[in-house]
């Protein structure tokens, strides 16, 4: 989804359907035209009032026997603040800027996109930006714009999101995705002779700990964006069908392309999914991400990519031992700033003080008035979230300008 900073309020209008064909429409038409959206219209409200109660109560004892925090415990010591780099520090944020220039690089036996933003700086130290769950590498057009005159960045679609394929076998578990982002870091770190800034939002946050944990050689600083972790918090709003897409079959079904709406209806439900203010996000980003939306309809494996991935992430909640998320947070040596949006309709920002207190050397940044999305709801805000942390980590930005 491409979408960018806020710059102007704007509320679209929308033509209405009509269907000048009935009359000549198949039986297979007439199905998939009437009875199946009339279906999705009881199915629906029914999934939300019985299968998500049902689901929540089935997995919350599974969550509370895995989980060292169950979403429950309060952490056992406060979160350190995170301090902000001064805002004229900063180059002026472009609210038009275009999405930054694709190129294919050979990674783990596939073709990744990639959209690179370099650096005007000869001593920039590479970034490596991972969207999370039905995100795309556009999702840091701006923030990259913004660090470009200290990292020089590179934002990855995921295998099987944006403009990047399937992976071989179709495997979508985080572990598989993280192979996928180390298998990039390693090709940074041989080109750039060191280590690279890593930044991860939602699903890209759980894919960032889980190889910052992994292979701390390839992260010189670790980022999370409200990063998808184990919570038994019920999900808010439309999110709250997202138990049902769990469900082998059903999922597939409520995700295939009809009755799903327009792709401008999809893209305002996303924005107001993510963000905070949705109204403030100005109608040349939403036009952009209804056409991401239409480009991923035309690729046969874009709802098995969301939703093996979606299932993927939440069995990586239920693993033991050392290789549980809140553990692997603990086996994480890279210095940390937590980012979260107070609004966050995704992810409980409750957990944020768990997530910072779980990672030994991390801060913490609550964003006020902010929603899931920070990187885009308020680029600035986390962009100098960023920039205080090359700073604790003495990677290339002047102390001097920092504040707490």
């Known amino acids: 989804m491409m979408l960018s900073a806020p710059a102007a309020a704007g509320r679209g209008t929308f033509e209405p359907m009509t269907d000048s064909t009935t009359r000549s429409r198949t039986a297979g038409d007439w199905l998939t035209g009437r009875i199946v959206p009339a279906a999705r219209r009881v199915i629906v409200p029914a999934a939300r009032r019985v299968i998500v109660p049902v689901a929540r109560r089935a997995f919350t004892p599974l969550v509370r026997a895995v989980s060292p925090y169950g979403g429950l415990l309060p952490p056992s010591r406060p979160a350190r603040v995170a301090r902000l780099a001064s805002a004229p520090a900063l180059p002026e944020l472009n609210p038009h800027i275009s999405p930054w220039p694709a190129e294919r690089v050979e990674v783990c036996g596939m073709a990744l996109n990639v959209r690179r933003t370099p650096s005007s700086s000869p001593a920039a130290r590479p970034a490596l930006y991972v969207h999370g769950l039905g995100g795309a590498s556009t999702n840091f057009t701006d923030l990259a714009d913004v660090l470009s005159p200290w990292l020089d960045g590179h934002a990855v679609d995921l295998p099987g999101f944006g403009d990047s394929g399937p992976p071989p076998g179709s495997d979508y578990s985080i572990a598989d995705h993280a192979r996928v982002v180390e298998g990039y870091l390693q090709l940074l770190a041989r080109d750039a002779g060191g280590p690279a800034h890593l930044v991860g939002n939602s699903m890209g946050g759980a894919i960032a700990i889980e190889v910052a944990a992994s292979r701390p050689d390839l992260v010189r600083t670790l980022t999370l964006v409200s990063p998808a972790v184990p919570d038994l918090r019920p999900p808010k709003g439309s999110a709250a069908l997202m138990p049902v897409l769990l469900i082998p079959g059903l999922g597939e079904w409520l995700l295939s392309g009809v009755g799903r709406g327009t792709p401008d209806e999809q893209a305002r439900s996303v924005v107001e999914l993510c963000f905070a203010h949705p109204e403030r ?28 991935s979606l299932r993927g992430l939440v069995r990586g909640y239920f ?10 947070m603990r086996q994480i040596t890279a210095p940390t700033t937590v980012v979260w949006g107070e609004l966050d309709r995704l992810v409980d920002v409750a957990n944020a003080p768990r997530v910072a207190q779980a990672i030994p050397d991390a801060t913490l940044l609550v964003l006020p008035d902010v929603g899931h999305t920070a990187q885009l709801e308020d680029p600035l805000s986390t962009a100098r979230a960023i920039l205080a942390l090359l700073e604790r980590a003495n990677d290339g930005f002047d102390g001097s300008r920092v504040e707490v």
Do not use: F, N, T, Y
């Open 281 to 308: 996000v100005p109608e040349h980003r939403l036009a952009e991400a209804a056409a991401e939306i239409e480009a991923r309809r035309g690729q046969p494996w874009a709802d098995d990519a969301l939703v093996r």
């Open 319 to 328: 693993a033991r031992g050392p290789r549980s998320p809140w553990q692997r």
